[in-house]
């Protein structure tokens, strides 16, 4: 199809935003969005114009542990989403974040201490590691492949490849995160091979503080936020480094 | 507060916030908008565990993409609506486990977690035109073409499942989506 004609994604548009379209062509829709601005503004023309319909829709309203869900997946205290009595939970959670970071770091210090190396060397200078989010996946044969590191408040993703992946032509390496409770959410794209980086959609701390699994598949083109991952390639643990 | 009663730009104020970091924003982003939000998921998936599990998606994702929203682009309630709308609707066309459910197992007791007697898609389409004030507009539109809009809109049918609900061709359906969409688009254009 010709995505260059106004009118076939203005028509497309609108099927996709009416929810008119099977899993199969959304999928592909959102492929082709992801790719052409154009076909991100027919969406963005349509949704300006639909969503007054949505609001005859009567509300209704969810059930408490639908927010407690959302504070806990977002590293809220999902039990007091509210209540001012839980200061004393304020300090005793970085007492507790710190005392599982460095049982995290031992632990995966013992078990992979050569992939721990370029970690050390790129904050070599400054002579301590800094807080950072430290992911390490291994293949089936539970071989390290990927080491995925983040500072705690920093948005980009570093990534050393230790071994190269091949991957067929046209496809990518999609780096998911998978918190502790709901759906895997899509991080960014690795490189086949050697060290990359990426932007994340925002901070280590924010998207990765619930998260204690990293994982990779093979995907046709980058996966947008809600997509469902492909198969996994590679998984492994994220831990807190401070 | 129920969403009617906060104004635009306080949303937009909240999600600001919101892209901050700022816990307290959230709830208060939450507590406005969730029951307008869970009811527009609940229409679609038809479950209330199903519909839950959308509107906490949608809120991990606005909380993740809150720094990424543009007030110039969009309303806040636009934006919300359509992230939840989005998830919705790949939550049933990706629900291989309810893909044998039919509609009519949907109206019967199968579902009956919507209780309410404005569940007709077709009305709460002429009920929005009313609100709208874009009733002549709808009028406008064959009833074979409204009934199709109003399935597809307010239960995220697709062409084939219109087709069997409603007992014509796909064929026809698929032309009477496309022209109803048309002469929608030209009412909704008119109120922009």
Same mark, same amino acid.
């Given at each position: 199809?010709?995505?260059?004609?106004?009118?076939?994604?203005?028509?497309?548009?609108?099927?996709?935003? &009416?929810?008119?379209?099977?899993?199969?062509?959304?999928?592909? &829709?959102?492929?082709?969005?992801?790719?052409?601005?154009?076909?991100?503004?027919?969406?963005?023309?349509?949704?300006?114009?639909?969503?007054?319909?949505?609001?005859?829709?009567?509300?209704?309203?969810?059930?408490?542990?639908? #927010?407690?869900?959302?504070?806990?997946?977002? *590293?809220?205290?999902?039990?007091?989403?509210?209540?001012?009595?839980?200061?004393?939970?304020? #300090?005793?959670?970085?007492?507790? *974040?710190?005392?599982?970071?460095?049982?995290?770091? +031992? *632990?995966?210090?013992?078990?992979?201490?050569?992939?721990?190396?370029?970690? !050390?060397?790129?904050?070599?200078?400054?002579?301590?590691?800094?807080?950072?989010?430290?992911?390490? +996946?291994? !293949?089936?044969?539970?071989?390290?492949?990927?080491?995925?590191?983040?500072?705690?408040?920093?948005?980009?993703?570093?990534?050393?490849?230790?071994?190269?992946?091949?991957?067929?032509?046209?496809?990518?390496?999609?780096?998911?995160?998978?918190?502790?409770?709901?759906?895997? &959410?899509?991080?960014?794209?690795?490189?086949?091979?050697?060290?990359?980086?990426?932007?994340?959609?925002?901070? %280590?701390?924010? +998207?990765?503080?619930?998260?204690?699994?990293?994982?990779? %598949?093979?995907?046709?083109?980058?996966?947008?936020?809600?997509?469902?991952?492909?198969?996994?390639?590679?998984?492994?643990?994220?831990?807190?480094? #401070? | 507060?129920?969403?009617?009663?906060?104004?635009?730009?306080?949303?937009?104020?909240? @999600?600001?916030?919101?892209?901050?970091?700022?816990?307290?924003?959230?709830?208060?982003? =939450?507590?406005?908008?969730? /029951?307008?939000?869970?009811?527009?998921?609940?229409?679609?998936?038809?479950?209330?565990?199903?519909?839950?599990?959308?509107?906490?998606?949608?809120?991990?994702?606005?909380?993740?993409?809150?720094? $990424? =929203?543009?007030?110039?682009?969009?309303?806040?309630?636009?934006?919300?609506?359509?992230?939840?709308?989005?998830?919705?609707?790949?939550?049933?066309?990706?629900?291989?486990?309810?893909?044998?459910? /039919?509609?009519?197992?949907?109206? /019967? $007791?199968?579902?009956?977690?919507?209780?309410?007697?404005?569940?007709?898609? @077709?009305?709460?389409?002429?009920?929005?035109?009313?609100?709208?004030?874009?009733?002549?507009?709808?009028?406008?539109?064959? $009833?074979?073409?409204?009934?199709?809009?109003?399935?597809? =809109? =307010?239960?995220?049918?697709?062409?084939?499942?219109?087709?069997?609900?409603?007992?014509?061709?796909?064929?026809?359906?698929?032309?009477?989506?496309?022209? $109803?969409?048309?002469?929608?688009?030209?009412?909704?254009?008119?109120?922009?």
């Amino acid at each position: 199809m010709n995505y260059d004609r106004p009118e076939l994604l203005d028509r497309l548009a609108a099927e996709y935003v &009416f929810g008119m379209m099977s899993a199969r062509v959304r999928r592909r &829709f959102q492929a082709i969005q992801r790719a052409l601005p154009a076909a991100q503004h027919a969406v963005q023309a349509w949704e300006q114009r639909l969503t007054p319909l949505a609001r005859s829709v009567p509300p209704e309203r969810p059930s408490a542990a639908a #927010w407690e869900a959302i504070d806990h997946r977002t *590293g809220g205290q999902a039990s007091r989403p509210v209540a001012p009595a839980s200061a004393w939970l304020a #300090w005793l959670k970085p007492v507790l *974040g710190v005392a599982f970071g460095v049982v995290a770091t +031992l *632990g995966l210090v013992r078990l992979y201490p050569t992939a721990m190396v370029p970690v !050390d060397e790129i904050v070599q200078a400054r002579g301590t590691l800094p807080a950072s989010y430290v992911g390490l +996946l291994t !293949d089936a044969a539970n071989n390290p492949v990927v080491l995925a590191s983040s500072t705690r408040h920093g948005r980009t993703m570093s990534i050393k490849m230790l071994r190269k992946v091949d991957v067929p032509p046209g496809k990518v390496l999609q780096l998911w995160a998978l918190p502790k409770e709901g759906a895997a &959410f899509p991080l960014g794209v690795v490189p086949f091979e050697g060290k990359g980086s990426f932007q994340m959609a925002d901070t %280590s701390e924010k +998207l990765l503080s619930s998260v204690p699994r990293l994982a990779i %598949s093979v995907e046709n083109a980058p996966a947008r936020a809600g997509a469902a991952p492909a198969p996994y390639l590679l998984t492994g643990n994220c831990v807190k480094l #401070w | 507060m129920p969403a009617a009663k906060i104004a635009s730009a306080d949303l937009q104020q909240l @999600l600001a916030r919101v892209a901050l970091g700022d816990r307290v924003a959230f709830r208060r982003l =939450y507590d406005a908008t969730a /029951s307008s939000l869970f009811g527009v998921a609940l229409r679609i998936v038809r479950q209330r565990d199903r519909a839950e599990e959308v509107l906490q998606d949608a809120f991990i994702n606005a909380w993740n993409r809150a720094a $990424g =929203y543009q007030a110039a682009l969009s309303q806040p309630m636009t934006w919300l609506t359509a992230i939840v709308r989005n998830r919705a609707l790949d939550e049933l066309r990706s629900g291989a486990r309810h893909s044998a459910e /039919s509609l009519d197992d949907r109206e /019967s $007791g199968a579902a009956p977690e919507i209780e309410d007697e404005r569940a007709n898609p @077709l009305g709460l389409l002429e009920q929005a035109a009313d609100a709208l004030a874009i009733r002549d507009c709808l009028d406008a539109i064959d $009833g074979p073409q409204r009934q199709c809009l109003a399935l597809v =809109y =307010y239960h995220g049918l697709s062409h084939s499942e219109v087709a069997g609900h409603i007992g014509s061709p796909i064929g026809s359906v698929k032309v009477w989506l496309r022209r $109803g969409l048309d002469k929608l688009k030209r009412c909704l254009e008119r109120l922009a």
